[in-house]
């Protein structure tokens, strides 16, 4: 449990922005989150606490690798973007420039910038590598739709808040 409380501690800020203040649609708290279990704000905060827990198995920072996690997809609600092909060749880029524009660390910007490859470039640093594998595992289990009990206890935690 102890995990979980230094997660939050390191991403709070970030989830009040995203969710609260609804800055992005496709990361806000919504009916599509609840009907269909799933959502781009469900799977970055899952991506960003993988994140941190793999950080500490492979020795870099926890707290570049859970904020960098949770901010990754940011870049999807960009104006200017409306083709679904090109939000997603674009959004890392795009993220990692929103992520910079609020003051992230350059090591928070340059994994959500690489989090993409193969489809962009690929991650040169520990923590991005670990970025990159926890979007791709999530991906997985969202495939298989192995994550509706997680994002029905994120869901319900975040209405307790």
């Known amino acids: 449990m ?4 230094s997660f939050w501690a390191t ?5 009040r922005v995203i969710s609260h203040l609804r800055l992005y649609p496709s990361h806000s708290v919504s009916d599509h989150l609840r009907r269909a279990g799933s959502g781009r704000f469900a799977h970055s905060l899952r991506v960003g606490y993988l994140s941190f827990l793999l950080s500490r198995l ?5 707290s570049v690798c859970a904020r960098a996690g949770v ?10 973007v ?14 990692a420039e929103l992520a910079r524009s609020i003051g992230e660390p350059y090591a928070v910007v340059e994994a959500i910038r690489t989090h993409m490859f193969p489809l962009g470039e690929p991650p040169r640093t520990a923590g991005s590598f670990t970025v990159w594998f926890a979007d791709k595992v999530d991906a997985f289990f969202e495939l298989f739709g192995l994550t509706r009990l997680l994002d029905k206890l994120i869901l319900k935690s975040l209405e307790d808040d």
């Open 58 to 62: 492979a020795g870099c920072d926890f």
């Open 71 to 80: 901010l990754h997809d940011v870049g999807y609600d960009v104006k200017g």
């Open 82 to 95: 409306a083709n679904p092909l090109r939000q997603l060749l674009s959004h890392a880029e795009k993220g």
């Open 11 to 15: 991403v709070s800020d970030l989830v």
């Open 2 to 5: 102890a995990d979980i409380y």
